[in-house]
């Protein structure tokens, strides 16, 4: 049972690598905003799930499992907020191309005066 749990943790961790590897490289080669920041969140978080998986199925202690936890959370809590920042921080920057966006939520409605100090 051993071998196999073994086993089954260096797969995570592979495929934990290659998520966060794919994630290095969709930052390098892509060029807006939105989809360097889908590339940063969407497979680096779950690369780090799997590793933290593959730890945990490693070293078979609670106390491990105890710490890893609060890590993922902490991560699964932090990557979206700080992509969501990022991509509203571009926009006001104008640095989005904006024929790309689909709906536009924070335009200004038509005839309406923008806002003081935005």
Same mark, same amino acid.
């Given at each position: ?5 073994? +086993? *089954? ?6 495929? /934990?690598?290659? %998520?966060?590897? +794919?994630? $290095?490289? /969709?930052? %390098?080669?892509?060029? &807006? *905003?939105? =989809?360097?920041?889908?590339?940063? +969140? ?11 998986? $593959?730890?945990?199925?490693? %070293?078979?202690?609670? @106390?491990? *499992?105890?710490? #890893?936890? @609060? ?9 979206? %907020?700080? !992509?969501?920042? *990022?991509?509203?921080? !571009?926009?006001?920057?104008? =640095?989005? &191309?904006?024929?790309? #966006?689909?709906?536009?939520? #924070? !335009?200004?409605?038509?005839? =309406?005066?923008? $806002?003081?100090?935005?």
């Amino acid at each position: 049972m051993n071998e196999i749990l073994d +086993t *089954v943790a260096l797969v995570l961790v592979l495929i /934990g690598g290659l %998520l966060c590897i +794919t994630a $290095a490289i /969709g930052l %390098l080669r892509f060029h &807006d *905003v939105p =989809t360097r920041l889908h590339a940063a +969140t969407k497979p680096q978080v779950l690369g780090l799930i799997l590793i933290c998986i $593959a730890i945990a199925l490693a %070293l078979r202690s609670w @106390p491990v *499992v105890a710490f #890893l936890v @609060p890590i993922v959370l902490i991560q699964l809590a932090s990557a979206p %907020l700080s !992509a969501h920042m *990022v991509g509203r921080q !571009a926009y006001r920057n104008g =640095t989005i &191309d904006e024929r790309s #966006l689909y709906v536009d939520e #924070l !335009a200004e409605p038509r005839g =309406t005066p923008p $806002a003081a100090g935005g």
